[in-house]
């Protein structure tokens, strides 16, 4: 299974989690596909092609930088303008799909 499935697993999971009356997010839900922040980094490390491009602290940063935005356009916003937003373009990759893969894999919004 690619990570685009795995992420579109998800989604739909949480769709019908949110249907059935549950919170959307739940850490114990074993079904979740959101990880830590720093769990996140050597994945998209690995799924972007970012080894010697970005070093691990920096996307990191950036992850912390995104997920601090409570607002889904100021997250999208702010990821798409980061240095990691910015390599993942320069490796070629359909930034809009690669953005929203990394902003689906964030722990959910605080407001």
Do not use: K
């Amino acid at each position: 299974m690619s990570l685009y499935s795995s992420v579109d697993t998800a989604l739909a999971s949480t769709a019908a989690h949110s249907r059935a009356g549950r919170p959307a997010w739940s850490p114990e839900d074993p079904l979740e596909m959101r990880l830590s922040l720093t769990e996140l980094v050597p994945r998209i490390t690995e799924t972007f092609a970012l080894v010697g491009v970005l070093p691990g602290p920096m996307i990191l940063a950036c992850l912390q930088t995104v997920a601090n935005r409570a607002d889904p356009r100021e997250r999208w916003l702010a990821m798409f303008n980061s240095p990691l937003g910015i390599a993942i373009a320069a490796r070629g990759r359909d930034l809009n799909t690669a953005l929203g893969w990394v902003l689906a894999a964030l722990p959910p919004a605080r407001s």
